[in-house]
Nanobody, 121 residues
Framework: QLQASGGGLVQAGGSLRLSCAAS????????MGWFRQAPGREREFVAT????????SYADSVKARFTISRDNAKNTAYLQMSTLKPEDTGVYYC????????????????WGQGTLVTVSS
């Protein structure tokens, strides 16, 4: 089970940190990813991190503004979001991938319920 939290309303230029707490699985065995879905749009890749945390990958739209990290001792992944823009608005989902370091949603097997991020201009 994945529980995402930390969303909210923030002004453009502000920051938020999302958390994804995992339970019922061996967290360190999974690649973790963050995706988002804006109203009326398809779910899109945001960031992913390897099992050890040694490698990350970002969508071009968030590169240099967002940082994905994980703490395997706490079974938690994070997404630090800075310099937020109105186009970052959406529901943010965390997900696990047992096999691939992937940017493709269909390779992810477990999904959290999502946390809403709203960036006002």
């Amino acid at each position: 089970q994945l529980q995402a939290s930390g969303g909210g309303l923030v002004q453009a230029g502000g920051s938020l940190r999302l958390s994804c707490a995992a339970s019922g699985l061996t967290f360190s065995n999974y690649v973790m990813g963050w995706f988002r879905q804006a109203p009326g749009r398809e779910r899109e890749f945001v960031a992913t991190i390897t099992r050890s945390g040694g490698r990350t990958s970002y969508a071009d739209s968030v590169k240099a503004r967002f940082t994905i990290s994980r703490d395997n001792a706490k079974n938690t992944a994070y997404l630090q979001m800075s310099t937020l823009k109105p186009e970052d608005t959406g529901v943010y989902y965390c997900a696990t991938d047992q096999f691939d370091f992937s940017r493709v949603a269909k390779t992810y097997d477990y999904w959290g319920q999502g946390t809403l991020v709203t960036v006002s201009s």
